[in-house]
């Protein structure tokens, strides 16, 4: 893999955990909102946190969709799990929330499972089959060919 891809993984990682971040804190100064009133979810946009929040997203949306299109789901997930680490640090010293040694110890459970997810290929080849035409005048498959 080469230096863009890890930079495209790292950045998943980044504007998820700071877009998560982010929204929380400006979700937090405006307090419960109520899915019967879409205005007051419109009006959240006002907040800045929010709106800064919503950006990071975006730009996650946007690297996570650029790794799907060079590898697999099942890579590119636990490839980027390490921002649950981040989101942890984050929630713990940004928003002041209190992070149970069994959220660290469940944390720590999914970080070690990356290790066994990322020793495989980054994406699953499939093989494709030729075509030929037989002596019947018919269409037949030839074999595989990697």
């Known amino acids: 893999m080469n230096l863009r891809k890890y930079l495209v ?3 998943v990682m980044f504007f998820g955990a700071i877009g998560d971040i982010l929204l929380a804190r400006g979700m937090k100064d405006l307090g419960p909102v109520q899915l019967n009133h879409p205005l ?3 009006a959240a946009l006002a907040n800045p946190w929010v709106f800064a929040g919503i950006l990071c997203l975006i730009g996650f949306f946007g690297s996570y969709m650029t790794a799907l299109s060079w590898a697999d789901l099942t890579y590119v997930l636990p490839a980027t799990a390490f921002s649950y680490v981040l989101l942890a640090l984050l929630s713990k010293y940004f928003l002041h929330e209190n992070v149970s040694a069994f959220r660290w110890a469940g944390i720590l459970l999914i970080s070690c499972g990356v290790g ?3 020793r495989g290929p980054e994406l699953t080849r499939h093989p494709q089959k030729t075509e030929a035409v037989g ?3 018919k269409i037949q498959a030839t074999g595989d060919t990697a």
């Open 9 to 11: 993984l790292v950045a």
């Open 40 to 42: 007051s979810l419109i």
């Open 116 to 118: 066994w997810v990322t």
């Open 135 to 137: 002596p019947s005048g």
